[in-house]
């Protein structure tokens, strides 16, 4: 889960992405999971507290390495309301 959220570009660093999953922060189809190994799979809806956001993203895809941000918003599908591209309005 941890690789994901750093190949997503949801956080910076991997470490950073284990911390946020040890901590408590990131529900996978809401049950809370707290081991930064745990396996995803596509279909799968993550809600992660980031900051003083939260997101709820589906699981779209996987890649082997971590891309560039075009290529990492492939990998999921934004299901929450604040959205930051609804948010340029």
């Keep these: 889960m941890d690789k994901w959220l750093w190949h997503a570009r949801l956080v910076k660093a991997r470490t950073s992405a284990a911390e946020l999953v040890e901590c408590g922060h990131v529900r996978i189809n809401g049950a809370r999971e707290t081991s930064p190994g745990h396996a995803i799979k596509i279909g799968d809806v993550l809600t992660v507290a980031l900051d003083r956001t939260v997101r709820v993203l589906k699981v779209t895809a996987f890649n082997e390495r971590r891309g560039d941000a075009a290529s990492a918003r492939v990998l999921y599908e934004e299901l929450s309301e604040g959205t ?4 340029r309005n």
């Design 84 to 87: 930051p591209s609804s948010r």
